[in-house]
């Protein structure tokens, strides 16, 4: 007798027929761009000689990935509270006029 784990259920490496159906579509479709690439890659090449940005782009990003993306994150330094409501204090008799 098998000791845990689940009895039955579906065998290993077992596929639905719509996941087998969709990997044949996949394959098929990449097949197809194969074939047809060429042409395209071609014309995209000639433009981009003729100065058409769009298509520098499209060959860059299809030849070496889109360029990474940065985000320059600036902290500033929390002060505690007390520090603040201070802070506050002096800038209210700062900014009232003296009699």
Same mark, same amino acid.
């Given at each position: 007798?098998?000791?845990?784990?689940?009895?039955?259920?579906?065998?290993?490496?077992?596929?639905? /027929?719509?996941?087998?159906?969709?990997?044949?579509?996949?394959?098929?479709?990449?097949?197809?761009?194969?074939?047809?690439?060429?042409?395209?890659?071609?014309?995209?090449?000639?433009?981009?000689?003729?100065?058409?940005?769009?298509?520098?782009?499209?060959?860059? #990003?299809? /030849?070496?990935?889109?360029?990474?993306?940065?985000?320059?994150? #600036?902290?500033?330094?929390?002060?505690?509270?007390?520090?603040?409501?201070?802070?506050?204090?002096?800038?209210?008799?700062?900014?009232?006029?003296?009699?």
């Amino acid at each position: 007798m098998r000791k845990g784990g689940k009895t039955g259920g579906k065998q290993k490496g077992y596929k639905a /027929s719509h996941t087998l159906e969709a990997q044949t579509q996949r394959q098929y479709v990449i097949k197809r761009f194969e074939e047809a690439i060429e042409p395209i890659t071609n014309k995209a090449i000639d433009q981009a000689k003729k100065g058409d940005r769009y298509a520098r782009d499209w060959l860059s #990003n299809r /030849s070496w990935g889109l360029p990474h993306q940065t985000s320059d994150i #600036n902290v500033r330094e929390i002060k505690p509270f007390d520090d603040v409501e201070n802070h506050s204090l002096q800038e209210d008799k700062e900014s009232q006029p003296e009699d």
